[in-house]
């Protein structure tokens, strides 16, 4: 059993940035490729980014390539999502998830643990 706890959401003005933070705890962080989706109100949780177990490999989605950098912190069993350039399309509830697998997947169905979520709201 993974327990994933999300930080670093709030409200920033478009163009600003913010890092959000994951920390694992239960397992053993190097078995699982960690990925953030986001959800925004009546919509579909969707992809963001995700980094194999080993940080060799990296995913964004296009909405968020070239703005959005994730990390892994082994020593602290935590995973980063860099925001920057924020828009106000960004603004949703941001989940850390984990998957154990050797790869890096986009399909949330792939991935077995879920974070509460951190909102993050961008201001226009």
């Known amino acids: 059993q993974v327990l994933l706890g999300e930080s670093g959401g709030g409200l920033v003005q478009a163009g600003g940035s913010l890092t959000l933070s994951c920390a694992a705890s239960?397992?053993?962080?190097?078995?699982?490729?960690m990925a953030w989706f986001r959800q925004a109100p009546g919509k579909e949780r969707e992809f963001v980014a995700t980094i194999a177990r080993s940080s060799r490999f990296t995913y964004y989605a296009d909405s968020v390539k070239g703005r959005f950098t994730i990390s892994r912190d082994s020593a602290k069993n935590t995973v980063h999502l860099q925001m920057n350039s924020l828009k106000p399309e960004d603004t949703a509830v941001y989940y850390c998830?984990?998957?154990?697998?050797?790869?890096?997947?986009?399909?949330?169905?792939?991935?077995?643990?879920w974070g509460q979520g951190t909102q993050v709201t961008v201001s226009s």
């Open positions: 239960g397992g053993t962080f190097s078995s699982y490729a």
């Open positions: 998830a984990a998957a154990q697998i050797s790869g890096t997947a986009t399909r949330r169905e792939t991935y077995d643990y």
